[in-house]
């Protein structure tokens, strides 16, 4: 349980200084080395450190450790930095938040016991995440099984369920038009109704498409308990800057994170931003988004 939260450790109770604006919490990205975490620990300014776990070799000075939870993305398949040593680091320190990416269903089997011995000194908010349904434009099918919503909340109670889809977007696949469909997000919504979840939620959508569909988005955040946006992008991807102010400031400040480069975060000028109360922006038009969706499957 978090030391400076009442419940669940909200970020927003843990960082009292953004006054309940999401959107002004800094992300580091890919911390998925010791240089990286060194980096980001440093920051004054960064609050929510994002790293990815694979199964994997594990190198220090002149020894390896086969097939274990370790920080790195894939293809890479070797770090000099374990799961182990990434969490107590962290929360040694006792400044920074955490968000862990699970790359593969083993990675996540074999990360339970390790997140089993570090929940009862989380004192941070922690992120667990994982893209367990197939999302736009014809994407891949994900490699987390939907299982994952109920085992992580199982394995770490007090965390916060990060779960979304994969993508197929942006200059590595020359796509620059696409959202998600209702289809896909009433999928999301009986998932999390089905198994009951009672974590807050947060759902990582894409930028450049998550901007096409904004009644979408509220509808989804309309019909799940305690729910939050994660909205991400990738250096190269096609946001329309306008549609995506819209998008945050249409769902409240207060239920949007925002983790995008650099560049697109000055754009969108967000450190101005006062905090907004969303639940009176969540309007009418959510509500009736899902009352035609048996029209529309």
Known sequence: MCKNCSNSCYPSEFFPNIQGNLTKIIWAHGVNSLMELDKALA???????????VMGRHTVSNTTTDNIPIMAHPPATESDLSLEEFLN???NNGTKGIKL????????NNSKPILRKFQPSVMCPIFLNADILRGPINATAPVINATFVNEA????????LSIGWTTRYGKEHNITE???????????????????????????????????????????LKNTTDATLTIWSLEDDYVDV?????????????????DVPKDLRNQLNLSSA?????????NLIASLAFLVLPRML
């Not at 920051?43 to 776990?53: H, P």
């Not at 909340?153 to 916060?160: L, R, T, Y």
């Not at 006062?274 to 969540?282: E, H, P, R």
């Open 101 to 108: 990416d699970f790359k593969s269903n083993e990675a996540f």
């Open 89 to 91: 680091i962290i929360l």
């Open 43 to 53: 920051s004054v300014d960064v609050m929510m450190l994002e790293g990815d776990i």
């Open 242 to 258: 306008a549609k995506l102010s819209k998008l945050i400031k249409e769902v409240g400040f207060d239920k949007v994170y925002v």
């Open 274 to 282: 006062s905090t907004m109360t969303s639940a009176v922006m969540i």
């Open 153 to 160: 909340s199982k394995v770490m109670p007090d965390s916060i």
């Open 178 to 220: 696409g959202r998600y469909n209702m289809k896909q997000l009433k999928k999301m919504i009986e998932i999390v109704t089905e198994n009951h979840i009672k974590l807050p939620i947060t759902y990582p959508v894409r930028a450049g498409l998550a901007t096409n569909d904004i009644d979408g988005m509220k509808a989804l």
